[in-house]
């Protein structure tokens, strides 16, 4: 895509064993399912369907010094993303067991190399990507006290450097445990903050999804919350929404879907799109994303 503004995504690469379950999980027992080996981690795939659209991405994570690591690093320049990707012989490349069926997944997470990720990591990303204009977060690395350091920093160094910045509220138990009130003073004064309806319910409490996100534009200037199949509304700060619908299609597996809903949205926000816009396109790519098997855009 000519001419758009580079986006630095900052967070997790790991393994997904997929399940794709035949049905309810017999717990204690057997499940048939379709099983296979994919890349995944929320930051790689929000990268990998940006590099689907053609805009420049540039993806800051850490993988093992092993051959998944190598493996995961090769499939993401292969599409044509920027891998600023380093391997670190302290710890495995991550690996997440994925359970997914009936419209929704069930993780089981081992970080990995995921934790060593630095702030020299962040800087050297940036230093070596002057195109870029805006910097997407996982939350994943705030979540986990190894790496908040760099998340920390990340928001923190593309905001000195005229960045907008955005964040991926990532994961609903984990900001529970953590709290709303520590996560929200973390990314005060981000630009946009992406949610599911999990994930909004952690952060703002109860409501509609549009007071959810009017109640988060306390913290930060514009918030999205993600409702499925119920579409996406987007509040800003200076009281004005939008909404979009879901497109329907059928739907074979939800791994990965806000990732790739995060990077339709964000290849047009960063290009000037109005809320509206970004939200259908942030929609055309989830609803792809759900009628593929496995988390990243299809080939």
Not at 111 to 122: E, F, I, K, M, Q
Not at 162 to 178: F, M, N
Request: aromatic letters at 2%; one cysteine or more; charged letters at 20%.
């Amino acid at each position: 895509m000519s001419g758009a503004a580079r986006i630095i995504a900052v967070g997790d690469i790991v393994t997904d064993v997929l399940a794709v379950l035949s049905g309810p999980l017999a717990t204690g027992s057997d499940t048939p399912a379709d099983i296979q080996l994919t890349g995944g981690g929320q930051a790689a795939n929000t990268a990998a369907w940006l590099a689907s659209r053609r805009h420049p991405v540039t993806l800051v994570a850490v993988v093992g010094d092993d051959e998944p690591g190598r493996a995961r690093v090769a499939e993401l320049t292969a599409v044509g993303v920027d891998c600023a990707v380093r391997h670190c012989a302290e710890a495995p490349t991550g690996t997440v067991i994925v359970l997914a069926g009936q419209g929704d997944r069930t993780m089981v997470s081992e970080r990995g190399a995921n934790v060593w990720l630095a702030p020299a990591d962040v800087d050297s990303a940036l230093t070596h990507a002057p195109d870029a204009r805006h910097l997407h977060l996982s939350a994943y690395t705030l979540l986990d006290p190894r790496s908040r350091g760099a998340g920390r920093h990340a928001l923190a160094a593309a905001r000195e450097r005229g960045l907008t910045t955005s964040v991926d509220a990532a994961s609903a138990e984990p900001l529970r445990r953590l709290g709303a009130a520590l996560f929200l003073d973390w990314v005060r004064e981000v630009d946009l903050l992406l949610a599911n309806a999990d994930e909004a319910l952690v952060l703002a409490g109860t409501g509609n999804a549009l007071a959810q996100a009017a109640r988060l534009t306390g913290a930060v200037r514009h918030a999205v919350v993600k409702r499925g199949g119920a579409g996406a509304v987007w509040a800003t700060r200076d009281g004005t929404t939008a909404e979009a619908p879901a497109h329907r299609v059928p739907v074979r597996d939800v791994t990965g879907a806000g990732d790739a809903f995060a990077a339709g949205l964000l290849s047009a926000w960063v290009r000037g799109a109005d809320p509206a816009t970004a939200l259908t396109l942030g929609g055309e790519l989830g609803a792809v994303a759900v009628s593929t098997v496995g988390a990243r855009p299809p080939a």
